[in-house]
């Protein structure tokens, strides 16, 4: 079985969502892999078990990165907008448009007009 020693360099994309789904534990993986498809769990499941011993230096040099891509982001921006895309992404049309209702209130307005 090969090991990813100190080389963070040569990791490929799915060897890095591997380790970071590997070091998340497994509650927070399994919320992950109900969002994915059947090819990206094989494809991902696959990274996972060919990896081999990973050096933790190689595990904070991950987080790392990850934390630096997220913060160079510019932060996030809330609205009804931003929520509705996410709840489509995660929920079926009818639940969506349910709970955008509720939001909103009578006449498209939210709650807070």
């Known amino acids: ?42 494809d991902l499941s696959t990274a996972m078990a060919t990896l081999g011993e990973v050096n933790a230096s190689v595990v904070e040099r991950l987080f790392a990165e990850f934390a630096d891509q997220l913060s160079s982001a510019g932060g996030l921006v809330g609205s009804i907008d931003a929520a509705e895309r996410l709840l489509n992404a995660a929920l079926s049309g009818d639940r969506v448009d349910s709970i955008m209702e509720e939001m909103r209130g009578p006449a498209g307005r939210t709650m807070w007009d």
Request: glycine share 4%.
């Open 1 to 42: 079985m090969s090991s990813v020693n100190d080389d963070y360099r040569n990791l490929t994309g799915i060897q890095k969502a591997a380790i970071f789904m590997l070091a998340i534990g497994h509650e927070h993986s399994a919320q992950l892999f109900n969002k994915m498809d059947e090819q990206e769990i094989r």
